[in-house]
Protein backbone atom coordinates (compact mmCIF):
# COMPACT_ATOMS: atom_id res chain seq x y z
CA UNK A 1 0.00 0.00 0.00
CA UNK A 2 0.92 3.20 -0.62
CA UNK A 3 2.32 5.03 2.64
CA UNK A 4 2.02 8.03 1.04
CA UNK A 5 -1.62 7.87 0.55
CA UNK A 6 -4.47 9.70 3.44
CA UNK A 7 -5.95 7.98 6.29
CA UNK A 8 -9.85 7.62 4.99
CA UNK A 9 -12.23 9.16 7.74
CA UNK A 10 -14.44 6.89 9.19
CA UNK A 11 -17.66 6.93 12.10
CA UNK A 12 -16.88 4.71 14.74
CA UNK A 13 -20.35 4.80 16.12
CA UNK A 14 -21.44 3.32 19.60
CA UNK A 15 -25.18 2.26 19.70
CA UNK A 16 -27.42 2.34 22.49
CA UNK A 17 -26.22 5.51 24.66
CA UNK A 18 -29.53 6.14 27.29
CA UNK A 19 -29.78 1.88 27.42
CA UNK A 20 -28.51 1.80 30.69
CA UNK A 21 -26.15 4.12 32.87
CA UNK A 22 -23.45 1.35 32.72
CA UNK A 23 -23.37 1.48 28.93
CA UNK A 24 -23.23 5.69 29.49
CA UNK A 25 -20.18 5.68 31.34
CA UNK A 26 -18.50 2.86 28.69
CA UNK A 27 -18.94 5.46 26.05
CA UNK A 28 -18.03 9.04 27.56
CA UNK A 29 -14.86 7.06 28.52
CA UNK A 30 -13.91 6.14 25.05
CA UNK A 31 -14.81 9.47 23.42
CA UNK A 32 -13.01 11.31 25.95
CA UNK A 33 -9.85 8.43 25.17
CA UNK A 34 -10.06 10.20 21.43
CA UNK A 35 -11.11 5.98 20.71
CA UNK A 36 -15.00 6.97 19.19
CA UNK A 37 -16.48 9.97 16.88
CA UNK A 38 -20.16 8.83 17.32
CA UNK A 39 -22.64 7.87 19.33
CA UNK A 40 -26.60 7.52 18.74
CA UNK A 41 -28.91 8.27 21.79
CA UNK A 42 -32.18 6.46 22.70
CA UNK A 43 -34.32 9.01 23.89
CA UNK A 44 -37.02 6.04 24.96
CA UNK A 45 -33.95 4.46 27.37
CA UNK A 46 -33.95 4.46 30.83
CA UNK A 47 -30.62 6.44 31.15
CA UNK A 48 -31.38 10.02 29.26
CA UNK A 49 -32.14 12.01 32.42
CA UNK A 50 -30.47 15.76 33.14
CA UNK A 51 -27.17 14.05 34.08
CA UNK A 52 -26.84 11.21 31.51
CA UNK A 53 -27.37 14.12 29.25
CA UNK A 54 -25.28 16.79 30.49
CA UNK A 55 -22.10 14.07 30.67
CA UNK A 56 -22.54 13.01 27.28
CA UNK A 57 -22.60 17.16 25.87
CA UNK A 58 -19.63 18.04 28.70
CA UNK A 59 -17.17 15.13 26.78
CA UNK A 60 -18.78 15.72 23.32
CA UNK A 61 -17.45 19.27 23.74
CA UNK A 62 -14.22 18.57 24.83
CA UNK A 63 -14.10 16.04 21.45
CA UNK A 64 -15.44 18.21 18.91
CA UNK A 65 -15.17 15.89 16.19
CA UNK A 66 -17.55 13.79 18.10
CA UNK A 67 -21.15 13.72 16.15
CA UNK A 68 -24.21 12.93 18.23
CA UNK A 69 -27.36 11.16 16.73
CA UNK A 70 -30.67 9.74 17.38
CA UNK A 71 -31.22 5.94 17.88
CA UNK A 72 -34.28 5.99 16.48
CA UNK A 73 -36.08 2.39 18.35
CA UNK A 74 -38.96 0.79 17.99
CA UNK A 75 -38.57 -2.38 19.22
CA UNK A 76 -39.44 -3.72 23.03
CA UNK A 77 -38.80 -3.76 25.77
CA UNK A 78 -39.33 -0.04 24.86
CA UNK A 79 -42.33 1.78 24.90
CA UNK A 80 -43.42 4.73 22.83
CA UNK A 81 -43.44 8.18 22.90
CA UNK A 82 -46.39 8.31 21.17
CA UNK A 83 -50.20 8.14 22.24
CA UNK A 84 -51.77 5.78 19.79
CA UNK A 85 -48.87 3.87 19.02
CA UNK A 86 -49.48 0.11 17.72
CA UNK A 87 -48.87 -2.36 17.35
CA UNK A 88 -47.89 -2.64 20.76
CA UNK A 89 -46.95 -6.25 23.17
CA UNK A 90 -47.79 -5.66 26.92
CA UNK A 91 -47.51 -2.22 26.45
CA UNK A 92 -44.07 -2.42 24.93
CA UNK A 93 -43.13 -2.10 21.08
CA UNK A 94 -43.19 -5.38 19.34
CA UNK A 95 -39.99 -7.60 19.57
CA UNK A 96 -38.09 -6.83 16.41
CA UNK A 97 -38.81 -10.08 14.26
CA UNK A 98 -42.30 -8.89 14.63
CA UNK A 99 -41.44 -5.74 13.31
CA UNK A 100 -39.93 -6.82 10.84
CA UNK A 101 -43.06 -9.24 9.69
CA UNK A 102 -45.04 -6.93 9.97
CA UNK A 103 -43.34 -4.72 7.85
CA UNK A 104 -42.89 -7.02 5.10
CA UNK A 105 -46.83 -8.36 5.13
CA UNK A 106 -47.94 -4.59 4.79
CA UNK A 107 -49.60 -4.61 8.27
CA UNK A 108 -48.26 -1.50 10.00
CA UNK A 109 -49.21 1.95 9.64
CA UNK A 110 -46.72 4.37 8.28
CA UNK A 111 -48.29 7.52 9.78
CA UNK A 112 -48.28 6.12 13.33
CA UNK A 113 -44.70 5.52 12.95
CA UNK A 114 -43.97 8.85 10.87
CA UNK A 115 -45.95 10.09 14.45
CA UNK A 116 -43.43 8.49 16.86
CA UNK A 117 -40.35 8.99 14.65
CA UNK A 118 -40.88 12.54 14.81
CA UNK A 119 -41.33 12.79 18.42
CA UNK A 120 -38.34 11.04 19.10
CA UNK A 121 -36.60 13.86 16.69
CA UNK A 122 -38.07 16.46 18.76
CA UNK A 123 -37.27 14.69 22.39
CA UNK A 124 -33.82 14.44 21.22
CA UNK A 125 -33.94 18.08 19.97
CA UNK A 126 -35.39 19.15 23.30
CA UNK A 127 -32.23 17.46 25.40
CA UNK A 128 -29.77 18.79 23.31
CA UNK A 129 -31.11 21.95 21.78
CA UNK A 130 -30.21 21.04 18.10
CA UNK A 131 -31.47 18.21 16.29
CA UNK A 132 -29.54 15.39 15.70
CA UNK A 133 -26.00 15.27 13.34
CA UNK A 134 -26.98 11.58 12.27
CA UNK A 135 -30.11 9.25 12.82
CA UNK A 136 -30.04 5.74 13.08
CA UNK A 137 -31.91 2.64 14.20
CA UNK A 138 -32.25 0.49 17.55
CA UNK A 139 -32.12 -3.27 15.32
CA UNK A 140 -31.97 -1.45 12.10
CA UNK A 141 -35.44 -0.72 12.43
CA UNK A 142 -35.35 1.93 9.71
CA UNK A 143 -34.38 -0.63 6.74
CA UNK A 144 -37.98 -2.24 7.38
CA UNK A 145 -40.37 -2.17 4.99
CA UNK A 146 -43.12 0.07 5.88
CA UNK A 147 -41.17 1.84 8.75
CA UNK A 148 -38.08 3.25 5.79
CA UNK A 149 -40.22 5.65 4.11
CA UNK A 150 -42.00 6.84 7.53
CA UNK A 151 -38.14 7.51 9.18
CA UNK A 152 -37.02 9.20 5.98
CA UNK A 153 -39.66 10.98 5.76
CA UNK A 154 -39.18 12.51 9.46
CA UNK A 155 -35.90 13.18 9.13
CA UNK A 156 -36.75 15.31 5.61
CA UNK A 157 -38.79 17.35 7.84
CA UNK A 158 -37.56 17.63 11.50
CA UNK A 159 -33.65 17.14 10.59
CA UNK A 160 -32.93 17.64 6.87
CA UNK A 161 -29.53 18.30 7.37
CA UNK A 162 -28.49 15.45 9.28
CA UNK A 163 -27.39 11.80 7.49
CA UNK A 164 -28.82 8.75 8.00
CA UNK A 165 -27.51 5.06 8.30
CA UNK A 166 -27.66 2.57 5.88
CA UNK A 167 -26.18 -1.05 6.58
CA UNK A 168 -24.92 -2.12 2.87
CA UNK A 169 -21.15 -3.63 3.15
CA UNK A 170 -17.81 -2.80 1.19
CA UNK A 171 -17.02 -6.34 0.15
CA UNK A 172 -17.76 -8.90 -2.32
CA UNK A 173 -20.45 -10.90 -3.12
CA UNK A 174 -19.49 -14.19 -2.43
CA UNK A 175 -18.39 -12.99 1.03
CA UNK A 176 -21.85 -11.41 1.98
CA UNK A 177 -22.99 -14.63 1.69
CA UNK A 178 -20.79 -16.58 4.49
CA UNK A 179 -22.72 -14.01 7.06
CA UNK A 180 -26.51 -14.30 6.86
CA UNK A 181 -27.71 -11.64 9.29
CA UNK A 182 -25.37 -9.71 7.21
CA UNK A 183 -26.24 -10.46 4.04
CA UNK A 184 -30.26 -9.58 5.00
CA UNK A 185 -28.66 -6.03 5.90
CA UNK A 186 -27.63 -5.60 2.78
CA UNK A 187 -30.66 -6.44 1.09
CA UNK A 188 -32.66 -4.09 3.19
CA UNK A 189 -30.28 -1.33 2.79
CA UNK A 190 -30.28 -1.69 -1.19
CA UNK A 191 -34.06 -0.49 -0.99
CA UNK A 192 -33.62 1.93 1.72
CA UNK A 193 -30.44 3.59 -0.25
CA UNK A 194 -32.56 4.32 -3.61
CA UNK A 195 -35.76 5.59 -1.19
CA UNK A 196 -33.11 7.87 0.49
CA UNK A 197 -31.55 8.79 -2.90
CA UNK A 198 -35.43 9.99 -3.91
CA UNK A 199 -36.06 11.45 -0.87
CA UNK A 200 -32.65 13.64 -0.51
CA UNK A 201 -31.01 12.06 2.31
CA UNK A 202 -27.76 11.96 2.84
CA UNK A 203 -26.61 8.35 3.24
CA UNK A 204 -23.03 6.61 4.07
CA UNK A 205 -21.30 5.11 1.72
CA UNK A 206 -20.55 1.48 3.05
CA UNK A 207 -21.28 -0.02 6.78
CA UNK A 208 -19.40 -2.45 8.60
CA UNK A 209 -19.83 -3.84 12.47
CA UNK A 210 -22.51 -6.72 12.11
CA UNK A 211 -21.42 -9.82 13.75
CA UNK A 212 -23.52 -12.42 16.19
CA UNK A 213 -23.50 -11.21 19.37
CA UNK A 214 -24.03 -14.33 21.51
CA UNK A 215 -20.75 -15.68 19.95
CA UNK A 216 -17.22 -15.34 21.75
CA UNK A 217 -15.90 -13.88 19.10
CA UNK A 218 -12.50 -11.97 19.59
CA UNK A 219 -13.43 -8.23 18.76
CA UNK A 220 -10.14 -7.20 17.71
CA UNK A 221 -10.13 -9.87 15.18
CA UNK A 222 -13.42 -8.58 13.99
CA UNK A 223 -12.66 -5.23 13.89
CA UNK A 224 -9.26 -6.13 11.63
CA UNK A 225 -12.03 -7.49 8.95
CA UNK A 226 -14.67 -4.53 9.72
CA UNK A 227 -11.76 -2.36 8.41
CA UNK A 228 -11.16 -3.68 5.28
CA UNK A 229 -11.98 -1.70 1.75
CA UNK A 230 -13.84 1.00 3.85
CA UNK A 231 -14.43 4.18 2.03
CA UNK A 232 -13.67 7.20 3.62
CA UNK A 233 -17.61 8.48 5.77
CA UNK A 234 -18.21 4.59 6.22
CA UNK A 235 -19.67 3.70 9.39
CA UNK A 236 -18.30 1.13 11.55
CA UNK A 237 -20.87 0.37 14.27
CA UNK A 238 -19.94 -1.19 17.72
CA UNK A 239 -21.72 -1.59 21.39
CA UNK A 240 -19.56 -1.07 24.01
CA UNK A 241 -20.28 -0.80 27.58
CA UNK A 242 -19.98 -1.61 31.56
CA UNK A 243 -22.87 -4.26 32.66
CA UNK A 244 -25.17 -3.49 35.37
CA UNK A 245 -28.33 -4.91 36.39
CA UNK A 246 -30.34 -2.34 33.99
CA UNK A 247 -28.77 -3.47 30.96
CA UNK A 248 -28.70 -7.49 31.92
CA UNK A 249 -32.68 -6.23 32.68
CA UNK A 250 -33.36 -4.90 29.16
CA UNK A 251 -30.83 -6.41 26.23
CA UNK A 252 -29.05 -9.93 26.10
CA UNK A 253 -26.02 -8.03 24.70
CA UNK A 254 -24.10 -7.79 28.10
CA UNK A 255 -20.80 -8.95 28.69
CA UNK A 256 -19.78 -8.62 24.66
CA UNK A 257 -20.13 -4.92 25.47
CA UNK A 258 -17.00 -5.13 27.97
CA UNK A 259 -14.99 -6.60 25.79
CA UNK A 260 -15.71 -3.86 22.77
CA UNK A 261 -14.54 -1.45 25.75
CA UNK A 262 -11.59 -3.20 26.76
CA UNK A 263 -9.99 -3.72 23.23
CA UNK A 264 -11.36 -0.07 22.11
CA UNK A 265 -9.61 1.71 25.15
CA UNK A 266 -6.19 -0.25 24.56
CA UNK A 267 -3.27 -0.03 22.21
CA UNK A 268 -4.33 -2.19 19.89
CA UNK A 269 -6.79 -0.40 18.12
CA UNK A 270 -5.16 2.72 17.13
CA UNK A 271 -2.22 0.31 16.19
CA UNK A 272 -4.72 -1.15 13.81
CA UNK A 273 -6.41 2.31 12.43
CA UNK A 274 -3.10 3.71 10.92
CA UNK A 275 -2.08 -0.32 9.56
CA UNK A 276 -5.75 0.26 7.66
CA UNK A 277 -4.80 4.00 7.08
CA UNK A 278 -8.43 5.01 8.25
CA UNK A 279 -8.85 7.53 11.04
CA UNK A 280 -11.80 9.10 12.95
CA UNK A 281 -11.61 12.38 11.65
Request: charged fraction near 20%; hydrophobic fraction near 45%; include cysteine.
Amino acid sequence: MNGTAQPAPIWLCADDYGISHGVNRAICDLIARGRLNATSVMVVGPAVGRDEISALHSVVEASPRCAIGLHATLTAPFRPLSMHFSPLDGGLFPPFPKLLRAGLLGQLDPEIIHTELKLQLATFAGMFGRVPDFVDGHQHVQLYPTVRDAFLGAVKELAPKAWVRQAGRAMPFLQRLATPKALLLDLLSAQFRARAARAGVTVNPAFAGAYDFSGKADFGVLMRGFLDRLPAQSVVMCHPGFVDEQLLSLDPLTYQREHEHAYLAGEQFPALLAEKQVTLG
